[in-house]
C-alpha cells in the first residue's frame, strides 16, 4: 500500500495515536502541527489523503482546506472537537468529505480512511458512461463536458455515480444519505443539498441533468 496520510493535528498524543493505527495497515504517515506546516508539507509531498483538524495554530483548519480545495481534490477528513451541525456543514461547504468529532476512536477513523481511498481507486469492470455530452470514466475517474475535464471532490463524485447508476429515478434525500455517505452517518440532511448544489456548479450547462423534485428529493434526468 502507497497512500500517503498527512495528518494535521496540534495535541501530540492524538496525532501519535492515529499515526500509530494507519501505520499498522500500512499507510505512509506524514504530520504537521499547525497550518502553515500543513500547507508547506502537503506542496511537498505527494498526498493521498488529509486528516486535519480544525482548531489549529497559526492558520485554522477551514483556512487550509480551503486552499488544498483551490489546487487539489484530495480527500480530506475534518477532525474536531465542535459537534454543531453549522460546523460541519461549513466543513463540507469548504471541500470536506467526511467528519469526524473528538474524543474519536482511532479504528473507526482509520476505517473510514479506508473507506475514502477505496472509492477513488479504478474499477476495472466499470465503463464510460455519455450522458448529453457529460461523460464519467469510472476505470479512470475522470468526468468530462464536451471532453473538458472537470474536478469533483470524491464525495461529488460518489454522488454523481450514484445519481447516474439511477437515472430516471426520484431519490429521497434520506435515501442518498444513506447510499453515499453511509446508513450510519448521522448527519443532517442539508448535507445533501449543499453537495447537490456544489456538483451542479461544476456541471455547468449540463447541471439540468440532476433535477429536484419538488418536495420529494431528486432525480437524475437524461433528454431523450
Known amino acids: 500500500m502507497s497512500e500517503s496520510i498527512l495528518i494535521v493535528e496540534d495535541e501530540d498524543r492524538m496525532r501519535e495515536l492515529i499515526k500509530a493505527y494507519l501505520r499498522r495497515e ?9 497550518g502553515k506546516e500543513a500547507l508547506e508539507m502537503f506542496d511537498r509531498n505527494s498526498i493521498s489523503l488529509v486528516i486535519l483538524d480544525i482548531m489549529l495554530p497559526l492558520l485554522d483548519g477551514w483556512t487550509v482546506c480551503t486552499n488544498i480545495r483551490e489546487k487539489s481534490e484530495v480527500p480530506i477528513i475534518m477532525l474536531t472537537a465542535k ?28 476505517a473510514k480512511v479506508k473507506v475514502l481511498l477505496k472509492r477513488i481507486q479504478p474499477n476495472e ?11 464519467i470514466d469510472a476505470i479512470s475517474h475522470e468526468v468530462t463536458i464536451e471532453d473538458k475535464e472537470i474536478y469533483l471532490s ?17 431519490l429521497t434525500r434520506d435515501k442518498i444519505l444513506d447510499n453515499v455517505w453511509g446508513e450510519d452517518y448521522y448527519g443532517d440532511l442539508r448535507t445533501v443539498d449543499t453537495h447537490v448544489k456544489r456538483l451542479r456548479e461544476k456541471l455547468q450547462d449540463k447541471a439540468y441533468l440532476v433535477a429536484t423534485v419538488r418536495g420529494s428529493g431528486y432525480k437524475f434526468e437524461v433528454k431523450k
Open 83 to 110: 459537534s454543531e451541525e453549522d460546523d460541519k456543514l461549513l466543513g463540507y461547504e469548504l471541500g470536506a468529505d467526511d467528519y469526524v468529532t473528538k474524543p474519536c476512536s482511532p479504528k473507526v477513523l482509520t
Open 154 to 170: 470524491p464525495k461529488e463524485y460518489d454522488l454523481l455515480i450514484y445519481f447516474s447508476n439511477n437515472k430516471g429515478i426520484t
Open 125 to 135: 469492470k466499470s465503463k464510460v458512461q455519455n450522458f448529453d455530452g457529460l461523460k
Open 26 to 34: 500500512g499507510y505512509s504517515v506524514l504530520e504537521a502541527a499547525d
